[in-house]
């Protein structure tokens, strides 16, 4: 299915949407414990039209039926074992990972995963490993499957459910997700220096906000990558682009790249529009206003004097506008 994107120039187009992997629960599966589900309102709302879900429960497909009893993670943290919780000491470790094991082996081709939260197969972080005397060690953990998901791919951006409702997690996800999508789209279709070359001037202003150090330390490794490997120097790349995405942007970074655009239209605003310019962005930088208005300011007088280089930053536009992202920044 295609959905409709709009690009700074107002032209729309038609784009497959991108494939993300999701625990089966959360498009409102029966497939939980109980029988029931844990739907998510935003991944199958907003979401939806821009993601093609790949559904998986991996409790399911080791056989444990549906409804089943709870289970939890046992023993050392560092390893824990899969067992019924009414039953401790079970062991339900190899079945789970023999049937989890194929369905990772066929996951190259997604650009992110959505979790279901607390879960001992789904569970990012904070999973409870309990003990002999029954109690949890102090020690938390990620959930079997999502540990391996993690591992596989450990560029692939990865989130919980319930971390979405935060405004500024939700905001950074979606981001990975379309430049995990857009690098395998622009660079590995058709790998060449000249490809890396053009998505990192795309992606120059997004990565300044970001972190300054690794926009610069990207720029150095393209710039001296001549005569290295070209399969190497991807490689080196895609990881600290997006080890580099996955910090959050701060409101510093954010000002400091809204100074750099604003430096493009020097040539063609009067003092009072520039002066209206700086004014938001001040405010942007007190907190009174979010991220969404001093950037459409911008993008509307770079739509009128910006060059073609400065209006194909994805800075201006990491993901469709409709998703109203920057709203809540």
């Known amino acids: 299915m295609n959905s409709l994107i709009i690009d700074m120039q107002g032209h729309s187009q038609a784009a497959t949407k991108i494939p993300v992997g999701i625990s089966a629960c959360l498009l409102g599966d029966n497939v939980r414990y ?3 589900h844990s739907r998510s309102g935003y991944c199958c709302g907003p979401l939806s039209q821009y993601f ?12 444990l039926g549906t409804p089943r009893p709870t289970i939890r993670l046992e023993g050392d943290p560092r390893s824990p074992r899969l067992a ?3 039953q401790p000491g079970s062991d339900l470790s190899d079945a789970f990972m023999a049937a989890v094991e194929p369905y990772l082996a066929r996951l190259g081709e997604l650009d992110g995963y959505i979790l279901m939260k607390n879960s001992p197969s789904c569970g990012m972080e904070r999973i409870k ?7 949890p060690h102090q020690q938390r953990r990620a959930g079997l499957f999502a540990e391996a998901l993690m591992k596989r791919y450990p560029q692939l951006p990865v989130e919980e459910a319930g971390r979405l409702n935060d405004p500024a997690l939700r905001e950074n996800f979606v981001l990975r997700v379309f430049a995990h999508h857009r690098f395998r789209q622009q660079v590995d279709s058709q790998l060449s220096y000249r490809a890396l070359l053009d998505f990192h001037s795309q992606y120059k202003y997004l990565l300044m906000a970001h972190s300054q150090a690794e926009y610069r330390a990207l720029g150095r490794l393209l710039g001296e990558s001549h005569g290295t490997s070209l399969t190497a120097v ?6 600290r682009l997006m080890t580099a995405l ?3 942007a701060t409101r510093r970074n ?9 430096g493009y239209l020097k040539r063609n605003l009067t003092g009072a529009l520039r002066q209206d310019l700086l004014t938001v962005i001040d405010q942007y930088r007190r907190g009174e206003v979010n991220l969404a208005t001093p950037l459409t300011l911008l993008c509307h007088y770079l739509r009128h004097y910006g060059s073609g280089y400065v209006q194909g930053q994805r800075y201006l536009e990491p993901y469709p506008a409709a998703l109203g992202l920057r709203n809540d920044l």
Do not use: T, W
């Not at 991807?234 to 990881?239: I, L, V």
């Open 52 to 63: 093609e879900y790949r559904r998986f429960c991996p409790e399911v497909a080791a056989g």
């Open 246 to 248: 996955r910090r959050p």
């Open 84 to 86: 019924y919780s009414n």
């Open 254 to 262: 954010h000002c400091n790249v809204l100074m750099h655009l604003l």
């Open 129 to 135: 490993v309990y003990q002999p005397n029954g109690y």
């Open 234 to 239: 991807r490689d080196q790349y895609f990881s």
């Open 34 to 36: 109980n029988g029931g």
